[in-house]
């Protein structure tokens, strides 16, 4: 992606307060003095069977992008990619499971786009209010920063097993269902009350891409801690016999900036490697705000998995403990 947009001009205008520049996960424009717009949109094809539970999962992964930016949807329009010959019911309930997604986050369907396709893709575009003053990205970690997940690890298997299994393990399709339908909302309204200084949503990337964009967007390095990091049931295990399509883009791309601890295992490598489906929310706070975090993540019923800091050292570069 940094290649395609290489060439294109960036918009040089000071009501946009976040652009690609840092390729953060959703776009601000400043409206007046203390409201601005904050606006994305994202695409997902099915990773499991059932169209309602797509489509919730979908609209969840494109609400996150403003959650993470610290904002709150308003309104969303629904695009959708679909096959004509296909039935229209499916259809019918992956907007079904979408709108029960969008309602739940207060937001309201306003319309949409559908065109035809051989292969079923279904996201939204988001755009919601910001505070200008309170704007979280994904460039402004600082040394000495907590690193705090929201959410398990391991879309990326669940989703080969869903490909190549006849039947997937039942604790492991709930939990991995239950993870991507859940709203990033609540970890949204955490960091926000513990101040965090910087935050962004593990999506396509996966966690070393996201965390490398956030090391180089705030001029630090990071460290993660492998054996920390929260996995859904079974994937560690059955990431040695499958690999996401998405473990080999991101490393080609972020490979070279990472510097891992020889203990670390093949096949959690993969993991953090992997693109996740609505994954958690990636956030770096002040070691003094973490035990607040986590009592205000346990009382909103949500994850805080402490998996690494921010250090002082070469901008963009992580190290992976084990």
């Known amino acids: 992606m940094a290649q395609a947009l290489e060439g294109l001009k960036r918009p040089d205008d000071p009501r946009l307060l976040v652009g690609i ?8 424009y400043l409206l007046e003095d203390g409201l601005a717009l904050v606006q994305t949109v994202d695409l997902l094809t099915p990773m499991v069977e059932d169209a309602y539970t797509f489509g919730r999962i979908a609209a969840a992964n494109s609400l996150s992008d403003v959650y993470a930016m610290g904002g709150t ?12 010959p296909m039935d229209k019911r499916i259809l019918g309930d992956i907007l079904r499971g979408g709108q029960d997604a969008v309602n739940e986050s207060g937001a309201l369907v306003v319309g949409g786009h559908t065109f035809s396709e051989k292969e079923i893709k279904y996201g939204l575009s ?5 505070d200008p003053g309170r704007i979280i990205t994904n460039a402004a ?3 000495g920063d907590v690193l705090v997940l929201t959410k398990p690890l391991g879309c990326g298997v669940f989703a080969q097993a869903m490909m190549t ?3 997937v393990d039942p604790v492991l399709y709930q939990a991995a269902t239950a993870s991507m339908m859940q709203l990033n909302r609540a970890a949204s309204e955490v960091m926000l009350a513990c101040d965090a200084h910087s935050a962004t949503d593990i999506t396509g990337y996966g966690l070393i891409g996201h965390a490398q964009e956030m090391a180089e967007g705030s001029g630090v390095a990071l460290r993660l801690y492998a054996g ?9 295990e059955m990431a040695a016999e499958m690999t996401d399509p998405g473990v080999f883009m991101n490393e ?10 020889e203990n670390v295992p093949d096949n959690l490598r993969k993991i953090m490697w992997e693109s996740q489906s609505s994954g958690g929310l990636f956030i770096s706070l002040a ?3 973490l035990d607040e975090f986590k009592r205000r993540a346990a009382d909103a019923g949500i994850l805080a998995a402490v998996v690494g800091e921010a250090r002082t050292g070469a901008p963009g570069t992580i190290e992976v403990a084990a």
């Open 165 to 167: 299994q006849d039947v």
């Open 126 to 130: 988001v755009t919601g209010r910001i």
């Open 228 to 236: 920390r990091l929260p996995l859904l049931p079974k994937v560690l």
């Open 73 to 84: 949807p308003l309104t969303v329009l629904n695009v959708v990619g679909f096959p004509g």
């Open 21 to 28: 520049n840092t390729a953060d996960d959703a776009g601000v």
């Open 141 to 143: 970690a600082r040394a």
């Open 287 to 289: 070691p003094a705000r």
């Open 252 to 261: 080609s791309s972020f490979g070279t900036r990472v510097a891992w601890d």
